[in-house]
Structures are given as C-alpha cells and as structure tokens.
C-alpha cells in the first residue's frame, strides 16, 4: 500500500543543520516533494526531487533520495529560528493524481 | 497577483448546519483538491477534481460535497453528516498538461470550528 513515514519532531541549535527523513513505500512515484507549513498557513513547497535523481541542492536545501531503500531526507544548512515550522514529505505514486503525505516533522530551532 | 485563495479564513458553524468553503484559483490549473488537517496528523484527501464537471471521491469523503462548475473553483461543502467536522482544510491546485512537475500549489486554509 501507499504510506509515508516521518519522525515527528525534531530540535536544533541556530546556525546547525537540521536533517529531517522520510520514508515510503511506492517505489513507483514520480516525484518526491518538501513543504513547509508555518503556524495557521497552508503548505508551502520547498522543493522537489525526481525519482531517477539521488541528490538535490537548491541553496540551503540539500534533498537526498535513496530509491532501494525508498529513503528521502531534508538537510537545512545553517537553520535559523524563521525555519522552525512543520515539514511535510510526499510522494506522488504513478500516475494518479494524489499526493501521499507523512504526518509532518515539527521542527524547533532554539537561538 | 496569482495564486490560490481560501475563504473564509476562520468559520464558526453550529452543530446541524451546513457550511460551504470557498476555494478560487487563477492558475489556470485544471486539477483542484481538498484536504483534511487535524492535529498532529497529516493531510487527508477529501475530494478532488481533474476537470471541469467531473470530481473523485479521496480517503475521506463521506460527509462532504463538492462541485465543479468552472475551472477556476472548487467549493467545498460540510454536510450535517460529517461527524467531526472541526478542522483547518485545505485547498490546492495542479496543471496537468506540458512540462508539469505535477507540484500540488496550496490556499492558506480556512479554520474550520463547529460549536
């Protein structure tokens, strides 16, 4: 079947980098995704990786997927207290439509 | 000024009623979703459209209506069924045609609380 795995929180120091994981299940999604949702707002994408890519880096963001272990993670380099929000992994199996999301990892930067 | 809106943000609704959120987008987008937030869970998928005039029921449905008369909008209503209506819900959008990445693009949500 279809599921995402996170952890659900996660604390770091500013300035450290913060890596939050994923896994799933459908070895025939397309795309794999990052968003980020502050408190009261709806999702905000980060980025995205396709699935013949191991490795993603747009600035701060370094996304790295591991297709035989269906493993995706997120590194923030030098998180600030403005990262601190929950990040939602997904993934879009096949060709459907649908979007499968995990249930979200809290991150808490403390200054 | 592009994007997705929700309205309204916040709805108050005693128990019985009907209540019927708004989702509009100027994306041009031809799929449209609705999602369920909760607490400390992920998003559930309520309804969602690929086309005009056609919708597909999600993981969660029951309780809930939907219609799609224009490409731009996508209402959502929660019905008198619903058994545990209280929840923020959340409206998106995709294109589906050319060189998509199939990105779902989402509203800012609109907190629903049933008294």
């Known amino acids: 079947g279809e599921d995402v795995e996170q952890s659900l929180f996660l604390s770091v120091r500013e300035g450290d980098s913060s890596v939050i994981n994923c896994t799933y299940t459908?070895?025939?999604?397309?795309?794999l995704y990052w968003y980020k949702q502050e408190p009261g707002a709806g999702l905000q994408l980060l980025t995205y990786?396709?699935?013949?890519?191991d490795m993603k880096q747009d600035q701060r963001l370094t996304v790295l997927l591991n297709k035989k272990d269906k493993h995706l993670s997120l590194r923030i380099a030098d998180t600030q207290t403005g990262d601190s929000a929950i990040y939602f992994c997904?993934?879009?199996?096949?060709?459907?439509?649908?979007?499968?999301f995990g249930q979200g990892t809290t991150l808490q930067v403390k200054p | 000024d592009g994007g997705i809106t929700q309205s309204p943000k916040y709805l108050f609704r005693k128990e019985g009623q009907n209540v019927t959120l708004s989702c509009e987008q100027n994306?041009?987008?031809?799929?449209m979703y609705w999602y369920r937030q909760d607490p400390g869970q992920g998003l559930r998928l309520i309804y969602y459209?690929?086309?005009?005039?056609?919708?597909q029921k999600g993981d969660i449905a029951e309780g809930y209506s939907v219609s799609r008369e224009k490409k731009e909008s996508f209402p959502l209503t929660v019905t008198s069924a619903q058994k545990n209506p209280t929840a923020f819900y959340l409206c998106?959008?995709?294109?589906?045609?050319?060189?998509?990445?199939?990105?779902?693009?989402f509203g800012p949500g609109t907190r629903l609380t049933v008294l």
């Open positions: 997904a993934e879009k199996p096949g060709n459907t439509g649908k979007l499968i």
């Open positions: 998106a959008s995709r294109q589906t045609s050319g060189t998509s990445t199939d990105t779902q693009y």
């Open positions: 990786i396709f699935s013949n890519m």
């Open positions: 459209s690929q086309i005009v005039n056609d919708f």
């Open positions: 459908d070895s025939s999604s397309t795309y």
């Open positions: 994306l041009n987008h031809d799929a």
